[in-house]
């Protein structure tokens, strides 16, 4: 069975996730979190150039070969992540909950409400 596929998303989608537990220790880690990635983001636009030799250092790739990669790769900013987490993560994972409960690999689809906790980029 397939969830989804690039016509439904059309992206390579990266996540982070922190336990629950990691979370109540650390309260404010996710947003932490959340915001260095947009403010990554900021850093790409407003300075292609350092974040290319950045992020090409760490994938072993000049700040050119980065460059030339980056052509195809597309982040979610700050909305698109909003709109995601508000609306097509929980939609996604109820398909996926059903379609697990079908295949008997669940006894019971899950809330997807209490799936994760998106607050860090959803507000």
Request: hydrophobic share 40%; with cysteine.
């Amino acid at each position: 069975h397939i969830l989804a596929t690039t016509l439904d998303y059309p992206m390579v989608l990266d996540t982070v996730g922190c336990t629950p537990e990691f979370l109540k220790t650390n309260p404010d880690a996710a947003k932490a979190l959340a915001d260095s990635y947009f403010d990554a983001l900021d850093l790409i636009k407003s300075d292609p150039q350092k974040s290319y030799e950045t992020m090409g250092a760490d994938v072993k790739q000049s700040a050119k070969e980065f460059e030339d990669s980056a052509k195809y790769l597309k982040w979610a900013d700050r909305a698109e992540n909003k709109q995601f987490f508000t609306k097509e993560f929980q939609d996604f994972s109820k398909t996926a909950g059903e379609l697990l409960l079908q295949m008997g690999l669940i006894k019971e689809a899950p809330d997807v409400t209490t799936l994760a906790d998106t607050s860090a980029v959803s507000n």
